[in-house]
């Protein structure tokens, strides 16, 4: 029998294998794609037409599988299983977790697509005629494919799975802790978990570049438009420069301050933006068409869904590689950035809070805004404004603020756009550099972030990165790097959907094991007055330690003595508030039963005259002796109970685990 006297925090070091093996790859690609631009680009160019020709219909099949999979989950018997134990409460407000997952998960490239996308799919269709009314109706839910259920699902699969094995099975919140189920703790931990935590970083390292590298040419592209700065490298240098350093400034606040406050002003900042768009413009035709926009979406989901352009030769070939094949794979990269970012906030809500939250909160969002700008674009172009549609397709980043031309005050929105921008990129970079320094610790609990060292350390890699990609090509370069590094960790997300489903599988059974009692919980039915005296009872401190030790310790020695005698391996950990017992099945499950005395306020009639809710003192505190298991506090208490009723409460437990383990076979 194993004994502690504590537990303890684990000490958060640097993985070094993760680490530098991350490092050197970023240090390479970086020096390649300064020293040779010409033969990168070409490189980049050439590894994404192979990943759309050959593994285009893959990457259609793979997204939908994600999707549909997380939809799954939520509306299943299992989406009420908590991220986290029984008991957790949100660590964050609903608006705040709405608002960090806006930020996070979309940023900047609301403003650069936001008009240019829906006016190019107007002007340039994938099919048919340009400029017609079939491709007006037809542009606003192409857009919403790209941004809408696919790509939140996505984000969904991932921050469930990481948060579920995290705060729901207590281990690090890292990306290799969800294939646990598959291939065991030993494979986990060692070469295989690293492989995949390294490919994590590089993926988000690369996902992250691409959507700085855009917000860099939308900021210079505003800034040009707002003071005639001139759009080029060394600007855009400035702008890398400039907001990576607030953002290392912000990810050493940390996600309750810099990230939170960050994200919570891009909301508002956006939502002002949004609304104006809507009152100056021809508001009664906007929402119109929105609600019409919504429509076409949900009814062409499916077909588009599948859609591969296998009947169009050449240009259709060609359209699905830049289009939709980028946004997938650029989903696909962001996935292990956003997933722990989502995750790292998520703690403590239910799968199904969880999943609904992620696909559809943003969604409506994003289906405002590019109906709004886009259907405001297209009504412009329409009409004559052509220098607007000219603007989209050759200068996609400059669309915004050509849009913001034929407004009243066209100034003041442009201003406002450049400062969302720049705020978007700041959030976009430090959530980023947060998530990167987590990846590559070790020994880092769900609860705490890595040090601040660390965290400056890869804002400033993101800096370099996105400006390596920049000088290597500007946009395509961003747009095929996010392909290509999208296409290995796709096959990562089809184990964690596996694993989750084992792992769902095996709470199912956990609950069915519950309805198995044999002997009536804490109570034989002897000596009623001595249990109705418990039950309006309300101990201090002292009374509870000393029911700990005098009772809850010996039940759990004897329990554990005589386990021993059977063969089995037992742990033991003892504290004064926290008593432990833990019995170790191999390869199977293990069985966890905990006590630990928890401060509650007393019911007002036992306040007395001082039966005031509002201004609570000590002594109107009195302490539960709660048992918990593996999931969390089950949310009774025991203490007053006999030694004996406690081990027939651990035999309860004990028993239930049992069955579990038998309907798990």
């Known amino acids: 029998m194993q004994m502690s006297v504590s537990k303890g925090d684990s000490t958060s070091t640097v993985n070094k294998t993760v680490f530098i093996t991350a490092s050197v790859g970023t240090i390479a690609l970086i020096l390649g794609t300064i020293l040779f631009p010409v033969t990168s680009e070409a490189i980049l160019g050439n590894a994404l037409r192979w990943v759309s020709d050959y593994f285009g219909w893959y990457y259609m099949l793979a997204v939908a599988a994600y999707g549909i999979f997380a939809l799954f989950i939520g509306v299943s018997r299992y989406g009420d299983i908590k991220l986290g134990q029984d008991h957790d409460k949100p660590d964050f407000p609903f608006l705040a977790w709405a608002a960090m997952l806006f930020s996070a998960g979309i940023g900047i490239d609301l403003l650069f697509f936001g008009v240019s996308e829906p006016l190019t799919h107007y002007l340039a269709p994938p099919m048919g005629e340009g400029g017609t009314l079939e491709a007006a109706r037809a542009a606003l839910p192409q857009a919403f494919l790209h941004w809408g259920l696919h790509g939140w699902g996505i ?21 290799r802790s969800a294939l646990v189920p598959l291939f065991g703790e030993k ?110 979406y949900f009814q062409t989901l ?33 996935a292990p950035f956003v997933g722990l970012f989502i995750a ?49 397709l050759e200068e996609p980043a400059m669309g915004m603020f050509a849009l913001f031309e034929h407004y009243p005050y066209a100034k003041l929105w442009s201003m406002m756009g450049v400062i969302i921008g720049l705020i978007f990129f700041v959030t976009s970079a430090d959530s980023g550099a947060l998530v990167l320094a987590n990846l590559s610790s070790k020994n880092l609990s769900a609860e705490v972030d890595a040090p601040i060292w660390l965290r400056l350390f890869w ?6 990165v996105t400006l390596g990609l920049l000088f290597a090509g500007g946009f395509s370069s961003l747009q095929s790097v996010s392909v290509v590094a999208g296409l290995p960790f796709s096959f990562v997300l089809i184990a964690y959907m596996i694993s989750m489903w084992v792992s769902l599988r095996q709470e199912g059974n956990k609950r069915k094991a519950v309805h198995v009692d044999k002997a009536l919980v804490l109570d034989s039915g002897n000596n009623w007055r001595n249990r109705l005296h418990r039950l309006v009872s309300f101990p201090g401190k002292k009374e509870a330690y000393r029911f700990m030790a005098n009772y809850v310790n010996p039940a759990l020695e004897d329990v554990a003595s005589e386990l021993e005698k059977k063969g089995l391996t037992i742990k033991l950990l003892k504290e004064e508030d926290r ?11 293990d069985f966890f039963y905990q006590v630990r005395l928890v401060k509650a306020i007393k019911p007002v009639f036992a306040l007395g005259q001082s039966a005031n809710i509002s201004a609570i003192h000590d002594e109107d505190m009195y302490y539960r002796a709660e048992v918990f298991l593996a999931e969390g506090s089950q949310d009774y208490d025991i203490l007053g109970c006999t030694k004996e009723q406690i081990i027939i409460d651990v035999l309860n437990q004990y028993e239930r685990h049992m069955q579990f383990l038998h309907f798990e076979r």
């Open 344 to 392: 790292r906030i998520s703690r403590g809500r239910t799968l199904r809070e969880f999943v609904f939250g992620v696909m559809f909160i943003p969604l409506g969002f994003i289906f405002a805004w590019f109906s709004i700008f886009g259907n405001s674009g297209i009504e412009l172009v329409a009409n004559g404004a052509a220098d607007l549609g000219k603007v989209a």
């Open 459 to 464: 804002a400033a890699a993101t800096g370099l």
């Open 302 to 334: 499916i077909s588009k869904t599948f859609q591969v352009y296998a009947y169009e030769g050449e240009k259709g070939a060609e359209w699905k590689s830049w289009w939709t094949i980028f946004f997938w794979a650029w989903w696909v990269a962001w």
């Open 579 to 589: 008593l432990e017992l833990e019995v170790l099945h191999g390869e199977e499950v």
């Open 155 to 175: 984000y969904a699969l991932i921050g469930m799975a990481l948060a579920y094995f995290a705060y729901r099975k207590n281990m690090p919140l890292a990306l």
């Open 187 to 296: 494979r986990v931990n060692g070469a295989l978990g690293y492989t995949v935590d390294t490919f994590g970083v590089v993926c988000t390292l690369l996902g992250i570049a691409t959507s700085l590298g855009i917000g860099v040419l939308q900021a210079n592209a505003g800034l040009s438009h707002m003071f005639g700065i001139e759009d080029s490298k060394t600007v855009q240098a400035l702008i890398i420069i400039s907001v990576v350093a607030a953002a290392a400034l912000s990810a050493m606040s940390g996600v309750e301050k810099g990230v939170r406050r960050l994200s919570e002003i891009n909301m508002l900042g956006a939502t002002v933006l949004l609304i104006a768009l809507l009152v100056m413009g021809p508001t009664v035709y906007l929402l119109n068409t929105f609600t019409e926009n919504i429509g076409d």
